[in-house]
Structures are given as structure tokens and as C-alpha cells.
């Protein structure tokens, strides 16, 4: 095995293809699950924890028939805000990249521009941001994500499904990287 990439051969680069792909089956999905867990941590002000938001918003999803990718785009959409809050959606989006549609993680990634509509206002910024993507492919997603799960997603009282409910469909999706590269 090699000590420097230029050194690399055929038969080096074979051996850790295999040894990412056995990693990649069952860290990612065991990442993203405790992750999640950790979400439990944050509040930054809301009424429900950041986990409490991200499970209540997944099961909106869910019940409203979303697809897998669909369901896990809205568990997941706040995931970035573990690492940095002003870029937590573009973090959360790069995370989903191999895993969902095109349109998911463009939603995904501005999906802060699209919930200032209800309180850039009071922040000094243009509440109308999302009004710059409307001829975007995925702006109709977009305004499903914020408007129909993400944004009605704070109240503590909500009978949210369990994070483990929603092991099947992070490991569905996360199990199937539509790219490697
Ligand atoms: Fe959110």
C-alpha cells in the first residue's frame, strides 16, 4: 500500500474502493441517525429543541404521503445548524447531495431564504428572497419543504414519530449514494 498517492496503483485504489464501500454502508446511515440525536442539544430560542422540530417536521412529511427522500430531506434540513447556524441549510444540502433528488438539495440549501417570507422582516432583511428562485425547477418543492413541513414544525406538544421510526427511511436512502464521485 502506498505512503503517497502518486505511488498509488491499480490494484491499491481496488482494494480501497471495497473498503469505502463496506464503510459507507453502514456509517452514514449510523452517522445521520446520531447525529439527529444530537440535535436534541439545541434551542436557540424556539418553543420545540432542534431535534424536537426535525422529528415533528419528518412526520408532517411523512404523513402527508412524501416519498423516502422527501421525508428524510425534512428530518434532516436543520442538520447543519450542529456545525454553524448562517450556513446550516448549504451544510445539511451537502450532506444529502448523493443521496436525493436534484431538486431536494437546492431546496434544502436555501430553504432559510425561503422561511425569511415569515420573519426577515423583523431581522432587517428582505422577507421576499424567495421571490429570486420562482423560475427555479425546484422552487415548487421548495415552498412545500418550508411552507407545509418545516415552518408549522415548532410545537412541543405534537405527537412527533420517534427518531427510530425513521430508521427505514435514513437507511433507504442513505444506503444508496446516487454518486460516488
Ligand atoms: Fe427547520
Known amino acids: 500500500m502506498f505512503t ?12 480501497i474502493a471495497r473498503e469505502h464501500a ?13 447525529s439527529l440525536a444530537r440535535l436534541d442539544k439545541i434551542e436557540v430560542g424556539f418553543a420545540a429543541t432542534q431535534l424536537g422540530h426535525s422529528l415533528m417536521a ?46 431536494i ?21 428582505s422577507p421576499n428572497l424567495r421571490d429570486d428562485f420562482a ?6 418543492f421548495a415552498v412545500k419543504l418550508v411552507d407545509e413541513w418545516d415552518c408549522p414544525a415548532f410545537d412541543p406538544n405534537f405527537p412527533a414519530d ?5 430508521r427505514p427511511e435514513v437507511t433507504r436512502v442513505f444506503s444508496n449514494p446516487k454518486r460516488v464521485i
Open 105 to 125: 438539495y437546492h431546496a434544502v440549501k436555501h430553504h432559510q431564504a425561503f422561511q425569511g417570507k415569515y420573519y426577515y422582516e423583523y431581522l432587517g432583511q
Open 22 to 34: 463496506v464503510h459507507q454502508k453502514s456509517a452514514a446511515v449510523e452517522q445521520i441517525m446520531e
Open 58 to 103: 419528518a412526520t408532517l412529511a411523512r404523513r402527508s404521503g412524501a416519498s423516502d427522500e422527501e421525508v428524510v430531506a425534512a428530518l434532516c434540513h436543520d442538520l447543519g445548524k450542529l456545525m454553524s447556524i448562517p450556513n446550516h441549510g448549504a451544510i445539511a444540502a451537502e450532506i444529502l447531495k448523493p443521496y436525493v433528488r436534484e431538486d
Open 162 to 166: 420517534s427518531l427510530e421510526s425513521f
Open 4 to 15: 503517497t498517492m502518486t505511488e498509488g496503483t491499480r490494484e491499491d485504489w481496488g482494494h
Open 135 to 140: 423560475s427555479e425547477p425546484w422552487y415548487d
